[in-house]
């Protein structure tokens, strides 16, 4: 059977289907694969879209090992003022800073 063939043979089932319940019991029945697939890249899109919202380039990655920001804040203020000392334009990049490793206690 043709997959037009089994289209227009759902088509006329689900139009005697006398109420909305039972509309939506064929439909989830039959094509709740589909459904979900589609739910599902729905999801991953939004994710994608709103993790890569604020997202500029990254002209610098640090990491501070020991950091302790009590005594000294360390922030990207300090890495875009090296930046600019050694001629690197940071208009619309960022420094990436990663302040939580530690070594020993």
Do not use: T
Not at 91 to 100: L, V, Y
Request: charge should be neutral.
């Amino acid at each position: 059977m043709k997959l037009s063939e089994q289209i227009r043979k759902d088509r006329e089932r689900f139009a005697k289907l006398p109420d909305g319940q039972s509309r939506f019991h064929f439909l989830w029945d039959y094509y709740k694969i589909p459904i979900l697939a589609v739910c599902g890249i729905i999801v991953f899109l939004l994710v994608s879209l709103i993790g890569n919202r604020d997202r500029r380039d990254v002209c610098l990655h640090a990491v501070l090992i020991n950091n302790d920001s009590l005594v000294v804040s360390c922030d990207d203020m300090v890495f875009d003022r090296l930046l600019a000392e050694n001629g690197y334009e940071a208009k619309g990049k960022k420094a990436e800073i990663n302040a939580d490793f530690a070594l020993g206690r």
